[in-house]
C-alpha cells in the first residue's frame, strides 16, 4: 500500500471571519469548533490514515512560527513547513508540497486538505479516503464531493457520472456557485455535490498533469523548490522563481483539464466555515437555534451567534450575528454577515491597523498585548514562553520600562546582565543595547511601558536574533 502523506494548505488569510480572523492570525489557527484550532483539528483528522508520516504544510512566511508551534502543542513534527514568498493560489502550492514529498517518499500518496474546515465525523471521512485509495493509487486524481445538505449557492459544485453509487466516479463538470433554482436542481438531480477542496492523489500523478496542462507553472514551482533554502526548520521557496508561476487554483490549472478527475462522495458533517452564518450551523445551539461562545446573556432571542471576549448581552434579536474581539465589534444580518469582507477592504482603504492585526500580537518567543497607547506612550502585557528570548536590539526614539509581574526575566541592558523577579523592574534608555529573555519553566508575564517621540514597531535595529529575524 502507497504511503499517505497529508498536505495541510494554511496561507489563507480568512477575513469573511473578520474581526476574529484577520490577516496576520487568520482563521486557521483558531479554536473555532471546539478546544483545538483549526489547523491542530485538521492534522488530528488526517492522522489515523498517515501512520508515522508527518505532515508537509504550505504555509504563509508570516506565520511560520505558529505553525511550527500549533503542531507541536498536538505531538507532531512536520515533515516539512514549505513557506510560500508570495500567494499563487492552490496549484502551485500543492505542486511545491508534491516535490517536497518525492524527496523521501517515491510512492507518496498525498491527502490534500485546506486547513481551516470542519469534519464533525471522522469516521466517515476516514472511510471515505480508504475506499478513494484504489484510484488514487491507480493514477487518478480523486477530489471530494461532499453529499448536499441543501441548495447551498455559496458553494462550487461537482457533477459526477451517474450511477456511481459511493465508489469514485468520473467527473463530468465543475460548476461555479449557482444561484438558489440551479443549486435545488443539482440537489434533486443527486449526481451533484459541494466542491469541498480536498483531494487524493500520486505526488508523481498531479506533477504529471501539471506538466501536462500548466508547464509554465510547473517549471516555476520546480525552479523555486530546486533553489529554496533550509531555514532552521523551514523550507524557504525562492521568492524570485515562485513569484514568475502563474497564480491559479487546482480545479482551474489541472481538475478541469485532466480526464483522470474522479469524484469521491462524502457525507462527513463537512463546512469550510466560509462565514459567520456557516460557523453558527455547525456549532451547538440551544432549542431557538442560538449558537454563543462566551458570557452571553441571551433574552428572546432567535438563530442568532454571539462570540465575544467580554459580556455580551441581546435581548429581542433574530437572525444576527455579533462578534466582539478587544478592539473591534461587528453586528450583521445572517443573510448578508458575508458582506464582512467590504468592511475589511475598508479598513485597509483607510490603512486601520484592525484590518491585519489583533490587538494581541504573536511572536515566535511569546506575545505582547498593547492595552493603552497616547500620543508619546504605550503600554503593552508581554508574555515570554520558556526558554523564548526577544532579538538583542536597540530604539533611537523610545525607552522602556520593564515590570516582572511573575516569573524570572534575564534581562541585558548594555554591558549588565540582570536577573529580576516578580514585582522588580528595570530602565532601558533611549539608544541602549537590550533584549530580554525567560531562562524560567514557566512564563514570564511583565508589563512594559515605552515613552517617546515615535513608538512604531519598525523602530527596532536587531544586532542579533534567534529567529532569523531581520
Known amino acids: 500500500m502507497s504511503t499517505i502523506v497529508p498536505v495541510l494548505l494554511s496561507g489563507g488569510s480568512g477575513t469573511r471571519l473578520w474581526p476574529l480572523s484577520r490577516e496576520m492570525y487568520p482563521k486557521q489557527f483558531l479554536p473555532l469548533v471546539g478546544t483545538d484550532t483549526m489547523l491542530q483539528a485538521t492534522w488530528l483528522r488526517a492522522a489515523p490514515l498517515a501512520g508515522d508520516t508527518g505532515p508537509i504544510v504550505v504555509a504563509n512566511e508570516a506565520h511560520r512560527f505558529v505553525v511550527a508551534e500549533q503542531l507541536q502543542q498536538v505531538g507532531v513534527t512536520p ?5 510560500e514568498p508570495v500567494g499563487r493560489n492552490t496549484a502551485p502550492a500543492i505542486a511545491a508540497a508534491a ?3 518525492l524527496r523521501e517518499t517515491p510512492d507518496a500518496v498525498l491527502l490534500v486538505l485546506p486547513s481551516d474546515h470542519v ?8 472511510a471515505a479516503v ?3 485509495l484504489p484510484a488514487a493509487e491507480a493514477g487518478k486524481l480523486v477530489t471530494f464531493g461532499v453529499v448536499p445538505r441543501g441548495p447551498e449557492t455559496g458553494y462550487g459544485y461537482i457533477k459526477a457520472a451517474s450511477g456511481s453509487g459511493d465508489a469514485p466516479a468520473p467527473v463530468e463538470a465543475f460548476v461555479e456557485k449557482p444561484d438558489l433554482a440551479r443549486a435545488q436542481a443539482y440537489v434533486a438531480s443527486g449526481d451533484h455535490f459541494w466542491n469541498s477542496g480536498m483531494f487524493l492523489f500520486r505526488a508523481d500523478a498531479y506533477l504529471a498533469e501539471l506538466e501536462r496542462h500548466a508547464p509554465a507553472m510547473l517549471s516555476a514551482v520546480r525552479a523555486s523548490w530546486m533553489a529554496a533554502r533550509q531555514d532552521v526548520d523551514f523550507t524557504r521557496l525562492d521568492a524570485d522563481a515562485f513569484a514568475a508561476s502563474p497564480s491559479d487554483s487546482i480545479d482551474y490549472a489541472v481538475m478541469e483539464k485532466t480526464d483522470a478527475a474522479v469524484v469521491m462522495p462524502l457525507d462527513a ?5 466560509g462565514s459567520w452564518a456557516s460557523l ?3 456549532s451547538p445551539q440551544d432549542a431557538d437555534g442560538n449558537a454563543h461562545h462566551g458570557e452571553v446573556v441571551s433574552i428572546d432571542c432567535r438563530n442568532t451567534y454571539a462570540y465575544g471576549e467580554r459580556l455580551i448581552a441581546m435581548i429581542g434579536l433574530a437572525d444576527t450575528i455579533v462578534v466582539e474581539t478587544s478592539d473591534a465589534i461587528l453586528v450583521g ?3 448578508r454577515i458575508q458582506q464582512v469582507k467590504a468592511v475589511v477592504a475598508e479598513l485597509k482603504s483607510r490603512e486601520l491597523p484592525q484590518a491585519a492585526w489583533h490587538r494581541k500580537v504573536y511572536r515566535p518567543w511569546g506575545a505582547y498585548d498593547s492595552i493603552d497607547n497616547g500620543p508619546r506612550h504605550q503600554v503593552k502585557r508581554i508574555t515570554v514562553k520558556p526558554g523564548g528570548v526577544l532579538s538583542l536590539q536597540m530604539h533611537h526614539h523610545r525607552a522602556e520600562h520593564w515590570i516582572v509581574v511573575s516569573g524570572t526575566a534575564e534581562v541585558t541592558r548594555g554591558d549588565d546582565v540582570l536577573l529580576l523577579s516578580e514585582n522588580q523592574s528595570t530602565y532601558i534608555p533611549l539608544g ?3 533584549r530580554l529573555r525567560n531562562p524560567g519553566k514557566v512564563p514570564l508575564e511583565l508589563i512594559e511601558v515605552q515613552s517617546g517621540s515615535y513608538l512604531g514597531e519598525d523602530d527596532i535595529v536587531r544586532f542579533e536574533d534567534t529567529y532569523g529575524r531581520a
Open 280 to 282: 453558527r450551523e455547525v
Open 333 to 335: 444580518r445572517s443573510d
Open 269 to 273: 458533517g463537512w463546512s469550510d466555515v
Open 119 to 126: 469534519v464533525q465525523t471522522p469516521e466517515a471521512f476516514h
Open 130 to 132: 480508504r475506499a478513494a
Open 432 to 434: 541602549v543595547t537590550h
Open 99 to 101: 516535490l517536497e514529498a
Open 79 to 83: 515533515a516539512a513547513i514549505v513557506l
